[in-house]
């Protein structure tokens, strides 16, 4: 825990153990014991998210967890299904004005806003905030390089942001975490041990990273916030304490045994059918995404700088056998596009043939054949890294598998300095719905960067990078380009795609699963558990 005027006060493990012995700090006033018990909801990740700091995070976890804390100029309703992808006024009175044909956007912060630490927030916040971003090369940056300039008026609220060129994506971007606002002068550092004040209904008060984190209600919301933002729920929970358990079966006992009320994962492959069975429709649901599976391979170098190697993989990689490793909970597919996103037009490129694959190995005759394959050790990931690195064996690679920590495994990988890496496994979840995010992040030579990188493949074909840029460019979505898009990358094969993902919520008993809301981008909402 970090010292300074950022320190929260609190520890999750300390308490978590003192609840195990069913033990309490203090004795408390006869007053104080007859007061309503303080509603808790016990939770566990199977991982820490990559990072608890608005600005850096850039995983499913780590958006999941800091949802309800850090509140952008726009967000997302707070809704299941279609409507959770409507884009509404967050921190600002209203949608922006856009002018200069798509290029000036105009919005109003809310007055009397305060962060959790009783600070107010000012419009200036917007511009410090964007500068924090870029100066810690944040895995968000090029959704917001096209900014120009950000004018702000901390007397009137008034943010005026220029654009480069028009963007028609860029509504949906101003409401990201990367950009949800934070006080000016927050350190230019990671804080994701020590997160910044929040301006949601609810602040992490500690984090152990690694081990877990917590919430309490934010002071500021009930005195504040909430009523200069109806439109955002509130929440049921008084605290929340999140545990990080990597064992998923000791997440299932202790969920059946009362002690952990959500599970944020999946529970493990093997269970699956059972959970599924007992307590289906209950505690138990199923939660389709628009989400990517794949394995990347590294353009810049031996091997995988050769065309043919790449399409080698896509054709000896089978989806089939890898919706098996998963227990039928990733949907077989070899495209970039997920089905549900538009612009999604079925096709199959590479169809399962190791034969084949041996082939073009023979063909193309690389010289490099000693290689790294990549994967995190969360259970199933950590099984599809070693099912690769087997395929990869078959067609004639010797093998080094690398097996990274669920925590560090994308912060890691993201540092493109590193000589070995060569190919690995990775995920993708929406950041937005529109097919750009798909494109823009994963393949975009502009994605590229020394820290936080998202282009693993590191793939940078300036006329695709164009045409990406082109694309984005329109007012509505070009579906039609898209799909055309989605089939020039995969001719090129820098990844070997496998599956779409369904995710779970899982809940004890005490939990009314019926009022828990899903968001295709941010997961289960926190503001949405309540008890029975």
């Given at each position: 825990?970090s010292?300074?005027?950022w320190a929260r006060?609190?520890?999750v ?8 012995l069913?033990?309490t700090?203090?004795g408390g ?9 303080p ?5 566990t990740?199977a991982?820490?998210?990559?990072y ?5 995070s ?13 509140i ?5 309703r707070?809704a ?11 921190l600002?009175?209203?949608?922006p ?7 000036k956007y ?6 009397g ?5 009783g600070?107010p ?8 905030t964007?500068r ?6 944040s ?7 096209d900014i120009?300039?950000?004018?702000t ?20 971007e101003?409401?990201l975490?990367?950009v ?12 994701s041990?020590?997160?910044?004040p929040?301006?949601?209904p609810y602040?992490?008060?500690s984090?152990?990273?690694g081990v877990?984190?917590?919430y309490?209600?934010n ?5 504040h ?8 729920p ?17 997440q ?5 045994d009362?002690r952990i ?9 093997n269970?699956?059918?059972?959970i599924?069975?007992?307590?289906g429709g209950?505690q138990f649901?199923l939660?389709?995404t ?7 391979m590294n ?6 700088d050769d ?9 000896a990689v ?7 490793v998963y227990?039928?909970q990733?949907?077989?597919t070899?495209q970039i ?5 538009p612009g999604y037009?079925?096709?199959?490129l590479y169809?399962h043939?190791?034969?084949?694959a041996r ?5 193309a005759?690389p010289?490099?054949?000693?290689i ?5 050790s ?9 099912y690769y ?6 067609i004639g ?11 560090s495994?994308?912060?890691a ?10 190919t690995?496994w ?8 529109h097919?750009n ?10 994605s ?12 940078d074909?300036?006329?695709l990078n164009r045409r990406?840029?082109e694309l984005?460019?329109r007012p509505t979505?070009?579906?039609a380009g898209?799909a055309a898009?989605d089939?020039?990358?995969m ?6 795609p496998?599956?779409?993902?369904v ?6 008993k ?6 828990v809301v899903?968001s295709?981008t941010?997961g289960a909402?926190?503001?949405s558990?309540?008890?029975?």
């Open positions: 825990m010292a300074g005027r006060r609190g520890g493990v300390g308490a978590a153990l003192l609840a195990s069913g033990l700090l203090g006033s006869p007053a104080e014991s007859a007061a309503p018990a509603r808790v909801l016990h939770a990740f991982s820490f998210p990559d608890l700091d608005p600005q850096l850039y995983t499913f976890e780590g958006w999941n967890a800091m949802y309800d804390t850090y952008p100029l726009l967000t997302y707070h299941s299904g279609r409507a959770g992808s409507e884009v509404i006024p967050g600002a009175r209203g949608l004005r856009i002018s200069d044909g798509g290029k105009v919005l109003f912060l809310r007055k806003l305060r962060y959790s630490n600070r927030v000012r419009a200036s916040d917007f511009a410090y964007v924090r971003m870029r100066r810690l090369y895995g968000g940056t090029p959704f917001f390089a120009q300039r950000i004018v008026n901390d007397r009137t609220g008034r943010i005026a942001i220029r654009l480069d060129r028009r963007r028609g994506t860029f509504t949906y101003l409401a975490p990367f949800a606002l934070v006080p000016s002068g927050t350190p230019m550092y990671d804080l041990a020590d997160p910044p929040a301006t949601g602040v992490i008060d984090s152990e990273p877990g984190w917590s309490r209600r002071p500021q919301w009930g005195a916030n909430a009523q200069l933002l109806p439109q955002l509130s929440g049921h929970m008084d605290r929340i304490k999140v545990e990080v358990i990597r064992n998923g079966a000791a299932v006992k202790g969920l059946e009362g009320d959500w599970i944020q994962n999946p529970p493990p492959s269970l699956f059918a059972r599924k069975g007992r307590y209950t649901r939660e389709p628009l989400s990517l599976y794949y394995f990347w353009t810049k170098k031996p091997p995988f065309l043919r190697v790449r399409r080698a993989v896509n054709y089978d989806p089939v056998a890898l919706a098996r227990g039928d990733v949907a077989p070899q596009l997920p089905p549900g996103m037009r079925k096709f199959e169809p043939n190791l034969k084949k082939r073009l190995i023979a063909k005759d010289g490099d054949r000693e790294t394959v990549w994967t995190d969360e259970a199933p990931n950590s099984e599809a890294g070693i690195a087997e395929v990869l064996r078959k690679f010797r093998v080094h598998l690398r097996v990274l920590g669920a925590d495994y994308f912060t990988i993201g540092r493109t300095s590193r000589p070995d890496l060569d690995g990775s995920d993708w979840f929406e950041d937005y719905p097919p995010d798909f494109f823009q992040p994963l393949l975009s030579g502009r590229i960067f020394r820290n936080y990188n998202s282009n693993f493949a590191q793939i074909v300036p006329a990406i840029s984005s460019e979505v070009p579906q898209y898009l089939k020039s990358y001719k090129l094969a820098p990844i070997a496998y599956g779409t993902r995710l779970t919520t899982f809940v004890s005490r939990v009314d699963l019926s009022k899903w295709d941010f909402d926190l503001t558990f309540r008890f029975r």
